[in-house]
């Protein structure tokens, strides 16, 4: 599975789920066609918003892999909480859609039609992106792509809203209650508004240098009490990460007396532990003698 996973490069899986944005938008609408229901418009309308969100995305994900330059030394890596940010942007716009066209059928309702086809072709569908879904979640952690994770979980949000729309709609068939159908794509609105909002934040939290989660900080740790030493120890350790990559700084004391060729080895051995250990990482240590404080922290009188 990981080895088909390292296949499955993002912007592969942006390029499937584009085609695949494409193929639900022509079910779903043709299902919409047949059965007049503002349910299913409103499931159409919100894969419209999956094919821009996995082109945009398709579109980021190629700069922050472009290599670092003059210009961005650390590299191209946050482009991707654009495209999550763009995503979040997006949905959000197609929640206000849906809601508002969902409001004139719920005081209007109107007559269904061949609602068995319509709800077929809405369940194919949502089958096909609960597919996606699965995959695009599993490259995501795999290849620690937010944007991968941004458009399967956009992903997520549309298969529950094709199974939100086929229950409302399967009941406005049979209890004849036609204003079913306007109140579920309202339902559907306020759902996706939430995973919109979800979205905005994890972007800007992103960047807005936010630090690694607790249990890789945690392997940091570990890694570094393996080389900790009655004449040894670490402090002052920061982290952060910037889409696929992370970054640590930290401060590394040793004996004064030591060689500068000595405490290069030690430190270059620690980074490549730091780095064996927490994939994508880079470290950046600070060597001091043991005798020494750093105080970067302390509040300097501006007089």
């Known amino acids: 599975m990981r080895g088909l996973l390292a296949q499955l490069t993002p912007r592969r899986l942006l390029l499937v789920s ?13 299902a919409w066609q047949l059965t007049g229901s503002v349910g299913l418009l409103s499931d159409a309308l919100e894969s419209f918003v999956n094919l821009a969100s996995a082109l945009f995305a398709l579109v980021m994900v190629t700069v922050a892999q472009a290599p670092p330059d003059e210009d961005h030394p650390y590299g191209h890596h946050k482009a991707e909480y654009f495209s999550s940010g763009f995503e979040g942007i997006l949905i959000i716009g197609a929640a206000v859609g849906i809601f508002w066209a969902a409001s004139h059928r719920l005081l209007n309702p109107e007559p269904l039609e061949q609602v068995g086809w319509g709800l077929g072709l809405a369940v194919a569908s949502s089958a096909l992106n609960g597919l996606l ?25 549309d298969v529950w809203t094709s199974a939100g729309v086929v229950v409302g709609l399967s009941l406005a068939a049979v209890t004849g209650w036609l204003w079913l159908d306007g109140l579920v794509a309202m339902g559907v609105a306020l759902n996706i508004l ?19 989660e607790p249990e890789v900080q945690a392997e940091i740790q ?13 402090d002052h350790l920061t982290t952060r990460k910037a889409g696929r990559r992370r970054f640590v700084d930290l401060h590394m004391h040793m004996p004064a007396d030591w060689t500068l060729r000595r405490a290069a080895a ?19 240590i600070q060597l001091l003698p043991s005798d020494v404080e750093a105080h970067f922290d302390d509040t300097v009188d501006p007089r």
């Open 18 to 30: 584009a085609v695949v944005a494409v193929v639900t938008i022509a079910l779903k609408a043709l």
């Open 133 to 157: 879904a699965w995959v695009m979640f599993q490259a995501a952690r795999a290849h620690r792509s937010i944007a991968l994770e941004a458009d399967a979980r956009h992903l997520v949000t």
């Open 222 to 234: 570990r890694t570094l009490e393996g080389f900790a030493h009655a004449t040894i120890r670490f």
């Open 194 to 212: 939430r995973e919109g909002v979800s979205l905005l934040r994890r972007s800007s939290q992103g960047l807005m240098d936010e630090a690694l």
């Open 266 to 284: 030690l430190r270059t051995s620690v980074e490549q532990a730091l780095m064996a250990a927490v994939p994508g990482l880079r470290a950046t």
